[in-house]
Each structure stands twice: as structure tokens, then as C-alpha cells.
């Protein structure tokens, strides 16, 4: 496919794509670099993986400019979605999660043993990512995180 070749928007769905896609459009010519891909994902309030961020570089990306056209990104996009990837995980799966790191049961985390956690263990965050989590959740007075306060606040935060 070439990078001009026509986009045919069928329904509210595709342009809802094709929009948050034409925000990190710098250029004006239907390519967004392969680097916003998560971010254009993020911004239609998906949560990909890096691994579900990188198969659709692969399958989409033109390798000999970075880029990739909204000719190729939308039908793959969508049919993503269509299959509810990128789903944010439950307020149950997140309380869970931070339980099992409270080996104590004291209903919070240190900011210092998260942030270890965060940056050697699974999916790497990037320092900025980290940063604004630690900036929602560390109670500015004792320092700690009260992940159950944390997670209601991102559930709240991200409801459409």
C-alpha cells in the first residue's frame, strides 16, 4: 500500500481511529511515526502491551521511513479492538495485583520497593511513566502508597 492511497472511513468507529490517529499526524500525510503507535492507542483509551504495540509495527510499518500509513494502521486497529485487546485490567485484577505484593497486608506499598519492582520486573515502564504514577499515587504525606485510594483513583480517571 502506498502512503497515499485513499482511507475509506465506514462508520463512527473507523473515524474515531482515524482521528486520534490524525492528532500525531505532524506531516499531514496520513503516517504517523512508528513510536506514537502506543500513544495513538492509549489515546483512544486502550492499554496495549508492548509486545501487542510492536505486532502492529511489524504488520504495519513501512521500513524505510519509521512510519506508518493510515491505510494499513486502521484495519488492523480496529480489528484489535473489535476483539477487545487492549483492555484496561478490573479495580479486582489491580487490587489483586498490589496484594500480592503486600506481603505484610499493611494496605500500602513503599514508593521506593514499587518503583524497584516496576523497573525490573515484566513490562518495562520508561522513568516518565513512573513519574506520573508515583505523582497520582504516593500520598504526599507519608510517602507510601495506599493502593487501594490508587486504584480507585485511576478507575475513576478512567471511565469514558
Known amino acids: 500500500m502506498s502512503l497515499s492511497e485513499e482511507v475509506h472511513i465506514t462508520n463512527d468507529f473507523e473515524k474515531k481511529i482515524a482521528d486520534a490517529f490524525d492528532i500525531f499526524d505532524h506531516a499531514g500525510n496520513k503516517t504517523i511515526d512508528c513510536r506514537e ?18 505486532e502492529i509495527i511489524v504488520t504495519c510499518e513501512n521500513p524505510e521511513f519509521g512510519n506508518i500509513a493510515l491505510s494499513r494502521f486502521l484495519p488492523i486497529v480496529s480489528g484489535m479492538i473489535s476483539e477487545n485487546r487492549f483492555q484496561p485490567a478490573s479495580a479486582e485484577e489491580l487490587l489483586k495485583a498490589f496484594r500480592t505484593l503486600d506481603k505484610e497486608n ?15 520486573e515484566g513490562e518495562p515502564f520508561t522513568p516518565e511513566e513512573i513519574e506520573e504514577m508515583m505523582t497520582t499515587a504516593v500520598d504526599q504525606d507519608t510517602g507510601r502508597i495506599p493502593y487501594e485510594y490508587y ?9 469514558h
Open 151 to 159: 486504584i480507585n483513583h485511576i478507575m475513576v480517571c478512567t471511565i
Open 37 to 54: 503507535v502506543g500513544t495513538v492507542l492509549r489515546a483512544l483509551g486502550g492499554c496495549p502491551t508492548e509486545a501487542d504495540i510492536q
Open 106 to 120: 499493611k494496605n500500602y506499598l513503599d514508593k521506593d520497593y514499587l518503583t524497584k519492582l516496576i523497573m525490573e
